[in-house]
Structure formats: structure tokens, C-alpha cells
């Protein structure tokens, strides 16, 4: 006897698919499994049909179905344990009786139309291995829609990825990440949607944000091992919580040219060396001919290396303890003040807001500490030679930290217009402190970009970051440094910043009150001082007007 099963409603509920089914029976039969067009099991007898009629036309519906196949065989004993032993080749009247009287007309109705499709299939010269044959083939076209085909690209802002021409989900994945990975206590999905080599969910975030994604972390471990990666981000859209799934061989690790770091890196020295020898910055054509002068920039390009150096150790050992994964630094060389400091970028994802803000405020916050210490001692400690450096007061106008500095510590022999002798530590320190200040200035993928984003969110800190950037282009308009930054910020650190695994949750006070002091402290180092060291100045302008 040749049957014909519908798909169990087992299989149904473990996998997704499209299915074709010829529909035999009425289509009154209750569903079991939610596909249309897929009725409860049933066998079908074929053994008493006519062989007259014309060709039945197969009816393909495209829905979630399984994509496994149903061993052949047994088909009666599986029908005995589902209807009984009474029942093991049900006819259409007796599923139309079990309807109830309200369906009994419905399926009677239908009976003479079924009774010649079934005759039409036989009489044709069709047999049953030619059907599976043709449902094989056109499996092949369904299974286009078993999955979701993901257009290539980066999914999030600033994540770098290695996607082939399209990324596929299996819709059954899906099925698993919404029922089983996430749930009632962490995040209710309400709606998914394809987004660019993985699946964005929309839904309601319950509890707290760290714990409901430590749960969901857990679980898709649990499914799926290493395969995909969990983000749990603000949508910038409405500002509500979002989750995105996302393969993880997709995701391009960062590669280190360590050739171009210590290409750059040998040209940041002799940059440093040559922003100490004021007589080699007059004229850069005459360096390579006095390179013997390079040895008395030494002092000042090892005090102002320290503070840099100091910087980027400051990075790696919060990077250490987060446990966050740093490239090479790559040093960025300057003949205005040696250096522009180091880029270094971040290889693996962060965790969650306070790491980052961890990991960016703990370089300036070792190179303000240092440098601003150095520039006391400058101030403080006498010239080793005695003379020290000869230099105009009005140059302490360009900091109002270093000015504010001067005018406390050296009081009235602070005059503009009147020259000063002070030890040559003070610009060294001074060059150090500049360096880490315009390295936190709140802007694209700077330290001050990413202590930003770790305290306000990736919405306000990018508005910040524009307002920051539109600025030092008006500052680039009447200074070289800032001019030289701004492109530099342009066309290599602009960002936007990787994504965090978790963004949802802030960090601690304490922390974002480091992160705000550094971002005050650089900007008292960048700002003007605008006041005159010498009160009868002030007095004179004042009688004046």
C-alpha cells in the first residue's frame, strides 16, 4: 500500500522550512502545526482508486515547515499510535464525522472533487516516486526561503567585518534565539528584522540591563557555542533598548602592520628631537645637514617621550584588567610639538560602558598626572645650568592652565613685555600636557571621544563630537596645531566607535567623575588664559577707555 504522510507536528516544531502537500483531504481539518495548508497526520489509502481522469495539479505553499524528511515505512503503526488501533487508515468521512455535524456538510461537499483529484493523479501515468521526485526539485527552490539572505556589510557603527556576498540565518536559528535564548525575564522580542549580517530584535528589556545580558550570554553559549555574538545596544531611533545577533566569523580582527608602527615610530623621535632645537626648526631644510645638533633636543625629547610612554602604559593596564585587547600603538609624529601621541586601536569588543570609560581615561589620567607634576618642578626648580631658557611671558597666554600656573607661582615678575628665564623643564612638561589634551578632546575615536561615549551614550556623545570637531576647524583657522589635529581626527579617528557588547548599562560615579575631570583638565590646558599677568596693564586699559 503507498501512502502519502503530512509533515508530524515533532518535526514541525524543530525546524523551519517551506512545505508542498497535495491536499487530499478537506481543508476543515483542524492544523496542528500553524502552516497553511498543513492538516493533522493522516494516511492516505490509494489502493482503491480509479485510474481515469486528468493530471492533478500540485499545490506549493511557501510557509515555515520542516526541513527534514519523514523516514518511509510504518506509516500504519505511526497512524495506530496516533489514532488507535481502531483507526490506523482513516477515511475523509470519518475525519469529517470527527469534525462535528457543523463540518460534516463542508467535507462531503468536497468529497466527489477529492475522490476525482485522486483518480486524476492515477490515470495520468504518475506514480508516486515521479511526485517526490518533482517535490524534490522544487525543494531546491524553497529553500531560498528558508532562510533570511542578509545583504553584506557592517551591521553596527564602526564594526569592521569579513562577510562573504550574503550571510544566511536559518530561520530555525531564529525560532531558538526568540523562544529559548531570549525570554519573558530578560528581553521579550516583539519583532525581528534582518540587519546586515545578523538579526536585529526589538522587544522589552527586563530587569537590569548587565544581568539580563549576562543571562542571554549564557544561553546562546549554551545553543550555539562561539557562533554568534550578542550586542544589546539604544536603538538611535527611539531610544529603546534593541538586541543584534550577529555570526561571529563575520567579524574582521584587527591586524597590526608592525612595520608601519616602528616606521612611524622612528620618525616621531627625530620629530621630538628636532621640536627641541629652536635653531633646527627655523630652518627644517639645514637638519639633515646638522644632524649633530639632534643630541641637544635629547633632555626635552625624553621628558616629553616620558609622558607619552606613561600615557600608553596607563592604556595597557586597564586594558589588562578588563581584559581588553590592544593593537600596536602607532605614533603620530609633529614638527610643532614632536608628537601628536599614539592611536591605538581596541581589537576585540568591549564589554560594557565602564570598560571603555576604564580603558580610555587611564592613559590621560597617567599623562596629566605625570606631566602636570614635571610642570610644577619647572616652575619650582632652578635651571641646572643657571641660565635656563630666555622666553617672552606672552607665551603662557596660550594655556590658561599653564598661565594660571605661572601667574600663581611667580607672581609679579611675571610681566608681558619683560623677559624671563625659566628652567626648560616647564615647556617640556608643557609640550607633554598638550599632547594628552588634545588627545581627549571628545571627538570621533579619540581617548576624549571614548570617555564620551562611556558617559552620555552614543547618541549625545556623537552630537559632542561634531560640535568638537566643528570647532578645532574654526581653530585650525588661526593655529597650525589645530589645523594639522583636525585633519588627522578627519581622516584617521573619526570613528564611529565599535560597538559595545552591552550599552545599555552607566557607569559608576566615581568613574564618570574621572572621565569629566579629564575631560575639564584638557580643556584648561587647550583654552587661552585672558587675563594680563600685570595688574597696571589692566589699570592703564581701563583709565584709557
Known amino acids: 500500500m503507498t501512502s502519502l504522510l503530512l509533515p508530524p507536528p515533532q518535526a514541525a516544531a524543530a525546524a523551519y522550512g517551506c512545505c508542498h502537500c497535495l491536499l487530499l483531504a478537506s481543508t476543515t481539518v483542524p492544523a496542528r502545526s500553524g502552516c497553511v495548508g498543513r492538516a493533522s497526520r493522516i494516511t492516505l489509502a490509494l489502493r482503491c482508486l480509479p485510474i481515469t481522469g486528468h493530471r492533478l495539479r500540485s499545490r506549493k505553499v511557501a510557509c515555515q515547515a520542516t526541513t527534514e524528511t519523514e523516514p518511509e515505512g510504518n506509516g500504519d503503526e505511526e497512524d495506530k499510535k496516533e489514532f488507535g488501533d481502531d483507526a490506523s487508515s482513516p477515511s475523509v468521512y470519518n475525519v469529517a464525522e470527527a469534525n462535528g455535524p457543523g463540518e460534516n456538510d463542508s467535507s462531503l461537499d468536497n468529497k466527489d472533487e477529492t475522490t ?35 545583504a553584506s556589510g557592517s551591521p553596527l557603527p564602526g564594526m569592521k567585518q569579513q562577510l562573504d556576498d550574503s550571510v544566511r540565518i536559518p530561520k530555525a536559528t531564529i525560532d531558538i534565539l526568540k ?78 602592520e608592525w612595520f608601519a608602527a616602528a616606521a612611524f615610530g ?26 649633530e645638533l639632534l643630541k641637544d633636543g635629547l633632555s626635552g625629547a625624553l621628558v616629553t617621550g616620558l609622558i607619552i610612554g606613561v600615557h600608553e602604559i596607563g592604556h595597557i593596564l586597564a586594558a589588562r584588567e578588563s581584559g581588553i585587547k590592544l593593537g600596536v600603538p602607532y605614533f603620530v609624529p609633529s614638527w610643532q610639538i614632536g608628537s601628536f601621541g599614539g592611536i591605538t586601536r581596541i581589537v576585540n569588543i568591549v564589554r560594557n560602558r565602564e570598560d ?15 606631566g602636570f607634576v614635571l610642570l610644577l618642578l619647572g616652575f619650582v626648580l632652578p635651571p641646572s645650568d643657571g641660565l635656563g631658557l630666555v622666553i617672552d611671558p606672552t607665551v ?3 594655556s590658561f592652565l599653564v598661565g594660571g600656573l605661572a601667574k600663581l607661582l611667580l607672581g609679579d615678575v611675571l610681566k608681558e613685555g619683560t623677559q624671563l628665564s625659566i628652567n626648560p623643564l616647564v615647556l617640556w612638561a608643557w609640550a607633554g600636557l598638550l599632547i594628552n589634551a588634545i588627545n581627549s578632546i571628545p571627538a570621533g575615536e579619540l581617548d576624549g571621544g571614548r570617555i564620551a561615549l562611556a558617559m552620555w551614550g552614543r547618541k549625545v556623545s556623537s552630537r559632542i563630537s561634531s560640535l568638537a ?54 580643556l584648561l590646558v587647550c583654552l587661552p588664559y585672558p587675563f594680563p599677568f600685570d595688574p597696571s596693564q589692566l589699570t592703564d586699559m581701563d583709565f584709557n577707555f
Request: glycine share 8%; net charge negative; no cysteine.
Open 266 to 291: 622612528l620618525v616621531t623621535i627625530f620629530t621630538l628631537l628636532l621640536r627641541n632645537v629652536p635653531v633646527l626648526q627655523e630652518n627644517l631644510l639645514s637638519t639633515f645637514d646638522n644632524l
Open 116 to 150: 476525482n483529484a485522486e483518480a486524476a493523479l492515477l490515470s495520468s501515468g504518475d506514480t508516486v516516486q515521479d511526485m517526490d521526485a518533482d517535490a524534490t526539485s522544487t525543494n531546491g527552490i524553497q529553500e531560498n526561503v528558508e532562510v533570511i539572505e542578509v
Open 469 to 522: 570637531i566643528g570647532l578645532l576647524g574654526v581653530a585650525a583657522l588661526f593655529n597650525d596645531v589645530a589645523f594639522y589635529w583636525v585633519v588627522l581626527i578627519f581622516f584617521l579617528q573619526r570613528g564611529p566607535i565599535a560597538p559595545l557588547s552591552e550599552e545599555i548599562t552607566d557607569p559608576e560615579n566615581s568613574y564618570i567623575g574621572i572621565g569629566a575631570a579629564i575631560l575639564l583638565f584638557g
Open 356 to 370: 571603555l570609560l576604564k580603558l580610555a581615561a587611564a592613559g590621560p589620567l597617567a599623562g596629566f598626572s605625570l
Open 179 to 256: 523562544d529559548q535564548v531570549f525570554g519573558f525575564d530578560t528581553f521579550f522580542v516583539t519583532s525581528q528584522e534582518p540587519y546586515e549580517g545578523g538579526v536585529l530584535f526589538k522587544g522589552n528589556l527586563r530587569g537590569k540591563p548587565a544581568k539580563s545580558y549576562e543571562k542571554i550570554t549564557s544561553r546562546l553559549q549554551n545553543k550555539f557555542g562561539d557562533e554568534y555574538k550578542l550586542f544589546l545596544l539604544i536603538n538611535p531611533e527611539d531610544e529603546k533598548p534593541v538586541a543584534v545577533v550577529i555570526p561571529k566569523q563575520t567579524l574582521q580582527p584587527e591586524t597590526t
Open 396 to 398: 603662557f597666554h596660550e
